[in-house]
């Protein structure tokens, strides 16, 4: 008899049954529904908005806020339903991420009672598409340098300046949109149809291809007043946004190394090398166990980081050592299951391959690698050395 990776470290018995039951349902949907088209929406480099209205009938989007048609689960559920959906494809996470934990995670905790009903019910049911504007082409690791600019015009706002590398941007209704002002950074909650904004997609990713990133553009974008998050004040409101989504992305990377490592075995159980199964030969298995160690350990690191959560008791700095240590183990994980696979591993028909450059991108956002070494350098010693 064999045994999952993750049966060797009993993680079921750390879930509660709601949350085995909203992991199992997670991954039905990906395996029934998706998966079977992640590889030709890989290779054609799009994701169909069209899948928004089923993710958000199952309660996805926004699934750990409370009120205004969100599921209200706990971050422990939210954190394996990102894994699950991570298992198919880092996009799919991503378009779910972006919706809940960036979209409309900013209008529910700093938007005004008007904004969030008009917003947060329709973004939770897949309706309309959010997007959240922080990175330009200039200021990814240092967002304090950001150049897009917000000036009052009478009793309107002006917005002008540029965006880079949105998730979701050419499909999304509204953008969550950070800028400077003369009283410091301020968030906007930005209908795409305002005159002003474009959004252009980019082409030619190497790497989350299942997934559109786009540049915004603001130009003379006019708002009314009521546009700006009334609630978030300075550069801390954008990045405890991040705080939401870095910590899906937890969870999130450990499903793309699960579903590498479950290719792996299959395929090792089944190739013959050498007249007998890859499987049965000591360097695969020495891959295979190492490899399972390190999944079982990030996975007990997320589920200690997510009751944390649940209990309002974790800091960033926390989350920062679950992003860094589990996106690096996970790409680690997808480029040595890949090589069980030999050459058929560099095709789309297994998933390793498209999973370890999917990471590369879970490696660079929500806060490069540097970056969370950086910050647990600084919890350590007090020294901060960004700058
Ligand atoms: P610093 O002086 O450290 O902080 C400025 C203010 O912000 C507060 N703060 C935080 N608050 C909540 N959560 C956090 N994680 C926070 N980090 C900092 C801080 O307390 C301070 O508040 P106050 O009241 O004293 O003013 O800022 P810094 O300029 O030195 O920067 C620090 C650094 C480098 C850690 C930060 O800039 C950073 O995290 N950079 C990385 C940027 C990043 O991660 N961008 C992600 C963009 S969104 C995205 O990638 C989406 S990908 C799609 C998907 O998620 O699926
Ligand atoms: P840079 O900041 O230029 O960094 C380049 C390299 O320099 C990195 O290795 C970095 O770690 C290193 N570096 C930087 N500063 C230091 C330092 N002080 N010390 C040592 N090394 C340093 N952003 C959004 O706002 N919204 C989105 O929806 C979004 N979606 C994204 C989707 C994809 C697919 C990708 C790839 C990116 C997305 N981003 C998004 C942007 C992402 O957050 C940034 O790419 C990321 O923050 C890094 O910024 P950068 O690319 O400008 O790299």
Redesign the pocket.
């Known amino acids: 008899m064999t045994m999952k990776p993750l049966d060797l470290f009993g993680i079921d018995a750390l879930l509660s049954d709601e949350e085995r039951d909203i992991q199992a349902t997670v991954r039905r949907l990906v395996d029934e529904r998706l998966r079977p088209q992640l590889p030709e929406w890989f290779e054609s480099g799009t994701l169909p908005k069209e899948i928004a209205r089923e993710l958000g009938g199952l309660g996805l989007f926004g699934m750990h806020l409370q009120g205004y048609g969100c599921a209200g689960t706990n971050a422990v559920s939210y954190g394996l339903a990102c894994l699950e959906l991570e298992a198919g494809d880092?996009g799919l996470?991503?378009?779910v991420?972006?919706q809940g934990?960036?979209s409309m995670f900013s209008i529910h905790r700093y938007g005004s009672e008007e904004q969030k009903q008009e917003w947060l019910p329709r973004l939770a049911s897949g309706e309309a598409l959010g997007c959240?504007g922080?990175?330009e082409p200039d200021f990814?690791?240092?967002?304090?340098g950001m150049r897009t600019r917000a000036r009052r015009d009478g009793a309107d706002w002006i917005l002008d300046g540029t965006k880079m590398?949105?998730?979701n941007g050419s499909l999304a209704d509204v953008a969550t949109v950070w800028a400077q002002t003369d009283d410091g950074v301020r968030g906007f909650v930005v209908p795409t149809n305002t005159p002003g904004f474009t959004a252009n997609t980019v082409h030619g990713k190497l790497s989350m291809r299942a997934?559109v990133t786009s540049e915004l553009v603001l130009d003379g974008v006019r708002l009314p007043v009521s546009a700006m998050l009334p609630e978030a004040r300075?550069?801390?409101?954008?990045?405890?946004?991040?705080?939401e989504?870095?910590f899906?992305?937890v969870f999130g990377a450990l499903g793309a190394a699960r579903d590498s490592l479950e290719t792996a075995i299959a395929y090792a159980g089944t190739r013959e090398v050498f007249d007998r199964p890859l499987a049965g030969y000591q360097l695969t298995q020495e891959k295979l166990a190492d490899m399972t160690l390190e999944l079982g350990k990030g996975m007990l690191l997320a589920i200690q980081l997510g009751r944390m959560k649940d209990r309002g008791e974790i800091s960033?700095?926390q989350?920062?050592v679950g992003k860094l240590n589990n996106v690096r183990e996970a790409i680690a994980i997808a480029r040595e299951c890949r090589t069980i696979l030999g050459a058929n591993g560099i095709t789309l028909e297994y998933s390793p391959l498209r999973h370890a450059n999917n990471l590369e991108?879970?490696l660079?956002?929500?806060?490069?690698s540097e970056?969370h070494l950086?910050?647990i350098g600084?919890a350590l010693t007090g020294h901060?050395a960004?700058?």
Do not use: Q
């Open positions: 880092s996470r991503s378009f991420s972006v934990s960036l959240f922080l990175t990814g690791s240092n967002p304090a590398w949105i998730t997934s300075g550069l801390g409101a954008p990045l405890s946004c991040l705080n989504a870095r899906g992305i960033p700095d989350i920062s991108s879970v660079t956002y929500e806060g490069t970056m950086l910050s600084r901060a960004f700058r």
